[in-house]
């Protein structure tokens, strides 16, 4: 049973373009939904995380919208740069740091110039 | 210095081997993780521990156990490996006290031939 569904697995983006990943949720008890990036030899970092009592929260290029009602998250990157190439993944867990992040399978994006 | 420091990063063994992950972090974080990762398949969760005395098997310990020696040290074993465990593996912390979210270290690449 896969708590947490990630699409899509792979995405393409042209320099300065929008990148969208999305991630669907089960688990009601959720309140905290991480994105983690990851690049080649490294373990994944924390990107940019929501709770639910917000429906946006933006960090520079990087945005997440929250849908509660529909169970969905999503991250936008504006302005994709060839440095943004990596896998990210979406998550989510019962409090931040409490109990284990259930993932999603993971989005290969790659930026090209 | 890394936060989350694994040891080794790359082994290879056969088949039928006792092997043993090492993972030790500087974070003074209470909760430690062992996570373990496929292509396609995102991040797994085997096991965690939320103090010395607290182990919890995650979705896919079969044919893994651990030990934490220390609220600084978390090992994973293998205790006779096999070739569908080859994989990357990842050690994670997080702090409930303070709701740190889930800081990796960056990774074993376990080969068993």
Known sequence: QQQVKQSPQSLIVQKGGISIINCAYEN???????????????????????????????????????????????????????????TYFCAASIGAGNTPLVFGKGTRLSVIA | DADVTQTPRNRITKTGKRIMLECSQTKGHDRMYWYRQDPGLGLQLIYYSFDVKDINKGEISDGYSVSRQAQAKFSLSLESAIPNQTALYFCATSDSWTEQPQHFGDGTRLSIL
């Open chain 1, 28 to 86: 009601t008890a959720f309140d905290y939904f991480p994105w983690y990036q990851q690049f080649p030899g490294k373990g994944p970092a924390l990107l940019i995380a929501i709770r639910p009592d917000v429906s946006e929260k933006k960090e520079g290029r990087f945005t997440i919208s929250f849908n509660k009602s529909a169970k969905q998250f999503s991250l936008h990157i504006m302005d994709s740069q060839p440095g943004d190439s990596a």
